[in-house]
């Protein structure tokens, strides 16, 4: 019976505390809801420190350039949702639940028990998301995209070339085969195939494929850079080692073929960083080469192809494609093929001879052909039928001038700035009749456009860039040595430079021989010089007389070295029209200012900090080029505005201190940017201003035709975008929109805006520039703009607009105004992903 009674006895226990238990937690959130509301709010509070903390990390790394990862994003999204929305929630309850009930004699038990509960809740969560907030990083440094393979021009589908591109794929598909080599001899069309065959299994049978020029001058770094390219990484290390494990790293995330163009001789695969074989199976190399033994013992190729001339029949059809249906006529067919003939079934020579006779008159033709059976210099050490087309290219080009583009773009070499021969031709003097920088640019390009289209130049990898064939510019070298009195020394040192007497007559030289640099002579005895370029990476001693017998020199190219101080016997050079010091680690460059008839300088990437006041006494000067000078803070007042023909400012990537408007003259120390308002001529501006107070208001402006401006603290790669545009502007204005009128010009000429950081605005276009037209605006970037509703295309004249990037636009509602409906208008967007 007791047993009964302890059994009945536990059971009604057990009743009772289910009972009371949750009238307990009633209870419970009753008597305590302000203790819940308290944690709350310190929970509240200690989350919006660490979301500011994390956010200040987040905006300091976006103006680095570098991208947010996206859980960071996520939580931040959170954070915002529990603060702004749910927290704010429970405190208006708070001012409920104080309210009375019965005419404010007790409490209001309901309310105040919902707010407990929910503050609890909403505390529960709130902790949590601090304790997710504990971040290791909250950025990586994103890739900009890499070049595609774009379609090979010039490539034929020739039976003899189809056979060999097939044979090439299905060994591609093998995976016991990872190195794969194609030979033959220069100009026979070995770099052109494997770029066909890059494109056609580029997203196929490998994710990327990357393409280098190895050339026979072997740079490792070139190397790496190329590749890196393609793959769209910017590296940050210095080493070549450290750029190598970079690369390795890099690849072995995808299926990967790398082609590497024209080996000379055994490259080191492993210090570049491929990774090949056990360490990443899915990389595989594509080698061309004009020798077998170099594939086959130095690279150790598993499979070769060799590569021969066309047939008679494919020689015919593709060297009449050149010329046109003219030759088919029946007076000029006859010797149209006899020419043909002699161009040994070599492409490159087929097309040098036909881009030269095309539309050409019979006695052309003739003389054309014989030219051709004579024998080639005896200078050119290549192919002599080569040799003999690419010469009667040259012969009929059109003027002398367009001669001696052509011989410096061989100068010049692979993928060189169409930029830098603007510059160079310019301070020579080539061209007659051209008068402001902007009319040498575009003589300067049309004249590149020519030569392509004769076949002696290449298209690049971009529009700011030629290419030129190794025999092709070989050959050039050859013409230029015999003819034309210009020196290229680049691995050994040859007789010629030793040669006093011959010395004395050289008019042009390029020096990249190391062992010829280590051993500078006191003086340089050339009295006939007109260009000079020297090449190295590391410390150079350049004798204090070196240029002391150089006084004709017109133009003088130093590229990438260091020395403590400029040469004394510069100041000889009255003549010089043109000099760069382009990554030269230089101290004082005051003797510059000695230089009183120069018209080009470029310093980019040089070491300078300060540009001395003597520079104010380069009254002719045109172009100044000052760009990602790291170290450059101060420019005196007064040197820039001394400067009344300067045409071209370039200042991109160089943070200039620049001086505020308003401060007694005496006082200055550094220049205002109204001093360009003194320069008439300017046409041409690139500048980054770090103050969003110092926005252009100045007249100056109006007579822009080219620039890149950027205002605020925009990091390299910010707002980037795939497209070169002559007229951008980008805005990081972490305040209200007030822009005055210099800046309003600009917005009328921009073709690229890129907005950010936007304080308070609402309605981009209506806001910007008064709600007015922006008549050549073709490509808007909005980001970070945290109070933007409205991108109202259909309010303001935007004729042009193709291209629209959006990025962290959290109250974006739509494209047209609240009170308007939208257009019809087809707009393309591309919304960036993270």
């Given at each position: 019976?007791?047993?009964?009674?302890?059994?009945?006895?536990?059971?009604?226990?057990?009743?009772?505390?289910?009972?009371?238990?949750?009238?307990?937690?009633?209870?419970?959130?009753l008597s305590n809801h302000h203790q819940n509301?308290?944690?709350?709010?310190?929970r509240a509070k200690r989350l919006k420190d660490?979301?500011?903390?994390?956010?200040?990390?987040?905006?300091?790394?976006?103006?680095?350039?570098?991208?947010?990862?996206?859980?960071?994003?996520?939580?931040?999204?959170?954070?915002?949702?529990?603060?702004?929305?749910?927290?704010?929630?429970?405190?208006?309850?708070?001012?409920?639940?104080?309210?009375?009930?019965?005419?404010?004699?007790?409490?209001?038990?309901?309310?105040?028990?919902?707010?407990?509960?929910?503050?609890?809740?909403?505390?529960?969560?709130?902790?949590?998301?601090?304790?997710?907030?504990?971040?290791?990083?909250?950025?990586?440094?994103?890739?900009?995209?890499?070049?595609?393979?774009?379609?090979?021009?010039?490539?034929?589908?020739?039976?003899?070339?189809?056979?060999?591109?097939?044979?090439?794929?299905?060994?591609?598909?093998?995976?016991?085969?990872?190195?794969?080599?194609?030979?033959?001899?220069?100009?026979?069309?070995?770099?052109?195939?494997?770029?066909?065959?890059?494109?056609?299994?580029?997203?196929?049978?490998?994710?990327?494929?990357?393409?280098?020029?190895?050339?026979?001058?072997?740079?490792?770094?070139?190397?790496?850079?190329?590749?890196?390219?393609?793959?769209?990484?910017?590296?940050?290390?210095?080493?070549?080692?450290?750029?190598?494990?970079?690369?390795?790293?890099?690849?072995?995330?995808?299926?990967?073929?790398?082609?590497?163009?024209?080996?000379?001789?055994?490259?080191?695969?492993?210090?570049?960083?491929?990774?090949?074989?056990?360490?990443?199976?899915?990389?595989?190399?594509?080698?061309?080469?004009?020798?077998?033994?170099?594939?086959?013992?130095?690279?150790?190729?598993?499979?070769?192809?060799?590569?021969?001339?066309?047939?008679?029949?494919?020689?015919?059809?593709?060297?009449?494609?050149?010329?046109?249906?003219?030759?088919?006529?029946?007076?000029?067919?006859?010797?149209?093929?006899?020419?043909?003939?002699?161009?040994?079934?070599?492409?490159?020579?087929?097309?040098?001879?036909?881009?030269?006779?095309?539309?050409?008159?019979?006695?052309?033709?003739?003389?054309?052909?014989?030219?051709?059976?004579?024998?080639?210099?005896?200078?050119?050490?290549?192919?002599?039928?080569?040799?003999?087309?690419?010469?009667?290219?040259?012969?009929?080009?059109?003027?002398?001038?367009?001669?001696?583009?052509?011989?410096?773009?061989?100068?010049?070499?692979?993928?060189?700035?169409?930029?830098?021969?603007?510059?160079?031709?310019?301070?020579?003097?080539?061209?007659?009749?051209?008068?402001?920088?902007?009319?040498?640019?575009?003589?300067?390009?049309?004249?590149?456009?020519?030569?392509?289209?004769?076949?002696?130049?290449?298209?690049?990898?971009?529009?700011?860039?030629?290419?030129?064939?190794?025999?092709?510019?070989?050959?050039?070298?050859?013409?230029?040595?015999?003819?034309?009195?210009?020196?290229?020394?680049?691995?050994h040192a040859p007789k010629e430079w030793s040669?006093?007497?011959?010395?004395?007559?050289?008019?042009?030289?390029?020096?990249?021989?190391?062992?010829?640099?280590?051993?500078?002579?006191?003086?340089?005895?050339?009295?006939?010089?007109?260009?000079?370029?020297?090449?190295?990476?590391?410390?150079?001693?350049?004798?204090?007389?070196?240029?002391?017998?150089?006084?004709?020199?017109?133009?003088?190219?130093?590229?990438?070295?260091?020395?403590?101080?400029?040469?004394?016997?510069?100041?000889?050079?009255?003549?010089?029209?043109?000099?760069?010091?382009?990554?030269?680690?230089?101290?004082?460059?005051?003797?510059?200012?000695?230089?009183?008839?120069?018209?080009?300088?470029?310093?980019?990437?040089?070491?300078?900090?300060?540009?001395?006041?003597?520079?104010?006494?380069?009254?002719?000067?045109?172009?100044?080029?000052?760009?990602?000078?790291?170290?450059?803070?101060?420019?005196?007042?007064?040197?820039?505005?001394?400067?009344?023909?300067?045409?071209?400012?370039?200042?991109?990537?160089?943070?200039?201190?620049?001086?505020?408007?308003?401060?007694?003259?005496?006082?200055?120390?550094?220049?205002?940017?109204?001093?360009?308002?003194?320069?008439?001529?300017?046409?041409?501006?690139?500048?980054?201003?770090?103050?969003?107070?110092?926005?252009?208001?100045?007249?100056?402006?109006?007579?822009?035709?080219?620039?890149?401006?950027?205002?605020?603290?925009?990091?390299?790669?910010?707002?980037?975008?795939?497209?070169?545009?002559?007229?951008?502007?980008?805005?990081?204005?972490?305040?209200?929109?007030?822009?005055?009128?210099?800046?309003?010009?600009?917005?009328?000429?921009?073709?690229?805006?890129?907005?950010?950081?936007?304080?308070?605005?609402?309605?981009?276009?209506?806001?910007?520039?008064?709600?007015?037209?922006?008549?050549?605006?073709?490509?808007?970037?909005?980001?970070?703009?945290?109070?933007?509703?409205?991108?109202?295309?259909?309010?303001?004249?935007?004729?042009?607009?193709?291209?629209?990037?959006?990025?962290?636009?959290?109250?974006?509602?739509?494209?047209?105004?609240?009170?308007?409906?939208?257009?019809?208008?087809?707009?393309?967007?591309?919304?960036?992903?993270?």
């Amino acid at each position: 019976m007791e047993f009964v009674i302890a059994i009945v006895g536990s059971v009604v226990a057990k009743a009772v505390e289910y009972a009371i238990s949750p009238i307990k937690n009633h209870v419970k959130y009753l008597s305590n809801h302000h203790q819940n509301v308290e944690i709350l709010k310190n929970r509240a509070k200690r989350l919006k420190d660490a979301r500011d903390g994390v956010q200040h990390s987040v905006d300091a790394a976006k103006r680095n350039g570098e991208e947010i990862e996206g859980d960071v994003d996520k939580w931040l999204s959170a954070v915002d949702k529990k603060i702004l929305e749910q927290v704010e929630e429970v405190m208006q309850d708070e001012e409920k639940a104080k309210k009375k009930c019965f005419i404010g004699l007790c409490p209001n038990f309901r309310t105040r028990y919902k707010l407990s509960l929910k503050a609890e809740e909403v505390a529960k969560a709130v902790a949590e998301l601090i304790e997710h907030g504990k971040f290791e990083r909250v950025s990586y440094r994103a890739a900009p995209q890499g070049p595609v393979v774009a379609p090979v021009k010039g490539y034929e589908e020739f039976e003899s070339r189809t056979s060999i591109l097939n044979g090439i794929m299905e060994v591609l598909k093998d995976d016991s085969v990872s190195i794969i080599g194609v030979h033959g001899m220069g100009g026979i069309g070995k770099t052109t195939l494997v770029k066909e065959i890059a494109r056609k299994v580029e997203g196929k049978l490998f994710d990327s494929v990357v393409i280098a020029t190895v050339t026979q001058a072997i740079d490792i770094e070139k190397i790496q850079n190329q590749i890196a390219d393609f793959l769209g990484l910017k590296f940050e290390e210095q080493s070549m080692v450290g750029k190598a494990f970079r690369l390795r790293e890099r690849m072995k995330e995808k299926r990967i073929l790398v082609v590497l163009d024209d080996i000379w001789e055994k490259l080191d695969i492993e210090e570049v960083g491929i990774p090949l074989g056990d360490e990443h199976k899915g990389c595989k190399l594509l080698l061309t080469s004009r020798e077998l033994n170099v594939l086959s013992d130095e690279m150790d190729a598993q499979k070769n192809f060799p590569i021969g001339v066309l047939n008679e029949k494919e020689a015919w059809d593709l060297f009449k494609k050149m010329t046109g249906d003219c030759v088919e006529s029946c007076y000029l067919k006859p010797i149209a093929m006899e020419v043909a003939k002699k161009c040994a079934g070599l492409p490159i020579a087929i097309a040098t001879v036909a881009g030269a006779l095309r539309n050409k008159r019979l006695f052309q033709w003739k003389n054309a052909l014989r030219e051709l059976e004579r024998p080639s210099s005896s200078n050119f050490t290549g192919i002599t039928k080569a040799y003999s087309a690419i010469k009667l290219s040259f012969d009929y080009l059109e003027s002398e001038e367009v001669k001696r583009t052509f011989l410096l773009c061989s100068v010049i070499g692979h993928n060189g700035l169409v930029e830098d021969l603007v510059r160079y031709t310019l301070g020579l003097g080539l061209f007659d009749g051209v008068f402001t920088m902007e009319e040498a640019r575009n003589k300067v390009f049309s004249v590149v456009e020519n030569l392509k289209a004769s076949a002696l130049l290449l298209d690049s990898y971009n529009d700011e860039r030629f290419d030129i064939h190794d025999v092709v510019g070989d050959a050039a070298l050859a013409i230029a040595l015999k003819d034309y009195h210009m020196l290229v020394l680049r691995d050994h040192a040859p007789k010629e430079w030793s040669d006093k007497l011959k010395m004395k007559s050289w008019r042009v030289i390029s020096l990249r021989c190391p062992q010829i640099i280590a051993n500078l002579p006191k003086e340089m005895e050339c009295s006939e010089l007109s260009f000079f370029h020297m090449a190295y990476d590391g410390v150079v001693k350049i004798p204090p007389n070196f240029f002391k017998q150089t006084e004709v020199l017109k133009a003088l190219d130093l590229v990438g070295m260091q020395f403590p101080s400029i040469p004394e016997s510069i100041i000889h050079l009255t003549g010089l029209r043109m000099l760069r010091l382009k990554q030269c680690a230089v101290d004082d460059i005051t003797i510059l200012g000695e230089l009183k008839n120069l018209e080009i300088l470029d310093l980019a990437k040089s070491s300078i900090k300060e540009l001395p006041k003597e520079m104010a006494q380069l009254t002719q000067l045109r172009l100044l080029d000052l760009s990602w000078c790291r170290e450059l803070k101060i420019i005196p007042p007064n040197v820039l505005s001394s400067l009344s023909k300067l045409e071209e400012l370039y200042m991109g990537g160089s943070i200039v201190e620049w001086e505020k408007e308003g401060v007694v003259e005496n006082e200055r120390k550094n220049a205002s940017l109204d001093e360009l308002n003194n320069l008439p001529y300017l046409t041409t501006l690139y500048v980054h201003i770090l103050d969003a107070q110092m926005i252009l208001k100045h007249r100056f402006v109006e007579k822009l035709d080219r620039f890149r401006i950027f205002v605020g603290n925009y990091a390299r790669y910010d707002c980037c975008t795939n497209y070169k545009s002559w007229k951008e502007l980008k805005l990081q204005l972490y305040t209200n929109i007030d822009l005055d009128n210099g800046m309003k010009m600009l917005l009328i000429k921009t073709e690229d805006l890129c907005l950010a950081g936007l304080e308070g605005v609402k309605n981009v276009f209506v806001e910007l520039n008064n709600g007015k037209d922006l008549p050549h605006l073709k490509r808007l970037h909005v980001k970070n703009c945290m109070h933007v509703q409205y991108i109202t295309v259909n309010k303001v004249g935007v004729p042009r607009l193709c291209f629209i990037t959006l990025e962290d636009l959290p109250q974006l509602v739509s494209f047209c105004s609240p009170d308007e409906g939208c257009s019809t208008k087809p707009l393309l967007l591309f919304n960036k992903q993270k």
